[in-house]
């Protein structure tokens, strides 16, 4: 099997065949970033090389995400000029494939191709697994969409990635291990696009994590839309739940940091916090969405919690983990929430202190319930609050990372800085922190002495301080939702 080093020349399947390269473009959450690696190991496996330059690609893969309306009408421009440069290709005598996969695709399904008859394929992300299948019938000359939900197990039918592959992206890693979502927040699509809350299995998850390590990971992340609700029997049939799984992975020796998203404050339960009371290897980080600091707002959100309720969770994993950071996610201007509601939001926030926070406007979304009610907040109300709550929530990242200023901090190193003489590493708290370049090599995880904190990095003693001019570098793991 071929992999995936734009370094390496690669044989294409076939012998002598012209190579295929295939151009993908990642959308939304990690999840995605995660399924993305996972076709283009699938289509490694069918001879596609990689390509950065999308006007060399035989294949464009667009990983779609449907969250907000923002995101999902981007797909249609850059459709659009997809669309101008596959005209351009097939003049020089080149044919292009275009797929959509991902939330988008999954939602919309055929209504992509009515509205951009670019696109030649419509892939969701139950049937990742069929598409090497599903382009040949492109090939064939078909126009498809894959939507159904498939009964065979994705994870199963899909490759597993080549080692030299898993190498090539680094010393940390993401690793679904639940996907799809039974809550049915009112203003989200996620559970119509993603399907009924489903956990891989213990085996399956434990095999890919020590693929991984094997590899030469040292970070795992573990994904689901909503993480702490999985569940699964170990190795003697025992039943266990996310706490029990990652006992079990901390156990894979060269496996230095654990860490999961996104989890809902409703399935946080004993075992989850007391894991981050028990193992070291779990980051003392947790991103925990709250959405509204209003009840009545909380309410008309069905989240099925109170403020009260997730003051006093917090409360219950801070004792167990007195040093943890918390992240969340906020919406302002759903429907109905009055100026009361956000100051409860704003409240909230302040009582919390959060080390970072995603905050955004409300999208009404076709299909969900919120779309529907009555109450809908101004667009200028909305941007009103949505500057309020991340000013305030700028302020809180900012003294938390000047708090650490004279620490010691353990650093996972994971790459080369911008500038020669610089190494970049993590900080438990998912900080990027400037090292100098005699701190480690790139997966230790080495102490370092805080000296300062700049822009969304840290920087320690002995790191040249880091330009902060230069274009930032994107980050999967910090990456904002699109
Ligand atoms: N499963 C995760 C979140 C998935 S979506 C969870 O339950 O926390 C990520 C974030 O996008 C949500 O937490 C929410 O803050 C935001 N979001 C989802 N739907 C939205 C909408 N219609 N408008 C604005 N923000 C939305
Ligand atoms: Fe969406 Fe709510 Fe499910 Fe999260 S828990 S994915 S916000 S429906
Ligand atoms: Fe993720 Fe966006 Fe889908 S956030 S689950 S890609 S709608």
Redesign the pocket.
């Known amino acids: 099997m071929t992999d995936f080093n734009p370094n390496e020349t690669v044989k294409a399947a076939g012998g002598g065949a012209a190579m295929r390269k295939v151009f993908v473009k990642t959308y939304g959450?990690q999840m995605n970033v995660y399924d993305s690696q996972r076709m283009s190991d699938a289509l490694s496996g069918e001879g596609f090389v990689p390509t950065e330059t999308i006007e060399d690609a035989d294949l464009v893969l667009l990983n779609t995400c449907h969250?907000?309306?923002k995101a999902a009408e981007k797909i249609y421009s850059e459709l659009g000029r997809i669309r101008d440069m596959k005209a351009e290709r097939a003049e020089r005598g080149l044919g292009t494939q275009v797929a959509v996969a991902g939330c988008v695709a999954q939602a919309e399904g055929q209504e992509i191709i009515d509205r951009a008859s670019v696109v030649d394929l419509v892939i969701g992300p139950q049937t990742y697994h069929r598409l090497p299948h599903a382009l040949k019938r492109v090939e064939a000359g078909e126009k498809v969409v894959e939507i159904d939900y498939a009964v065979e197990d994705k994870f199963e039918a899909l490759p597993n990635a080549p080692k030299k592959a898993i190498a090539n992206r680094g010393v940390t890693a993401f690793l679904t291990v639940q996907e799809g979502?039974d809550?049915f927040?009112t203003?989200?699509?996620?559970p119509y696009t993603r399907g009924a809350e489903v956990s891989r299995s213990f085996l399956q998850i434990l095999g890919e994590a020590k693929r991984l390590v094997d590899a030469g990971v040292r970070e795992i992340t573990l994904l689901?839309?909503?993480v702490n609700a999985w569940d699964g029997e170990d190795e003697a049939g025992q039943p266990i739940g996310l706490g029990g799984l990652l006992h079990r992975l901390a156990a894979i020796a060269g496996l230095k940091r654990l860490r999961y998203t996104?989890?809902?404050p409703r399935d946080m339960d004993d075992e989850l916090i007391a894991a981050h009371r028990d193992l070291p290897q779990l980051m003392p980080y947790l991103?925990?969405?709250v959405?509204s600091g209003s009840d009545s707002i909380l309410k008309a959100m069905n989240r099925r919690h109170t403020g009260e309720q997730y003051l006093r969770l917090l409360d219950r994993i801070r004792a167990a983990r007195p040093d943890i950071a918390l992240s969340?996610?906020?919406?302002v201007g759903?429907p109905g929430e009055s100026d009361a509601d956000f100051e409860d939001t704003m409240r909230m926030v302040e009582t919390v202190g959060y080390a970072s926070a995603?905050?955004?406007?409300?999208?009404?979304?076709p299909g969900?319930p919120?779309?529907e009610m009555d109450g809908h907040v101004s667009e200028a109300v909305k941007d009103e609050r949505l500057q309020r709550l991340q000013a305030l929530l700028r302020r809180q990242q900012v003294s938390f990372a000047e708090g650490l200023v004279g620490e010691l901090l353990d650093v996972l190193i994971e790459k080369p800085g911008r500038h020669a003489g610089q190494l970049v590493g993590r900080s438990p708290y998912l900080q990027p922190v400037v090292l100098p370049e005699t701190a480690g090599a790139i997966g230790d995880v080495i102490p370092a002495t805080i000296h300062s904190a700049v822009a969304n990095s840290l920087v320690a003693v002995g790191a040249l301080m880091p330009d902060l001019n230069a274009a930032p570098r994107p980050s999967p793991v910090a990456r904002t939702?699109a």
Do not use: M
Request: hydrophobic share 30%; aromatic share 16%; net charge positive.
């Open positions: 959450c969250i907000r309306e979502c809550k927040c203003f989200c699509v996620v689901g839309q909503n996104t989890s809902h991103h925990l969405p959405q969340g996610d906020f919406i759903f995603f905050s955004f406007k409300y999208s009404p979304r969900t919120g779309a939702l």
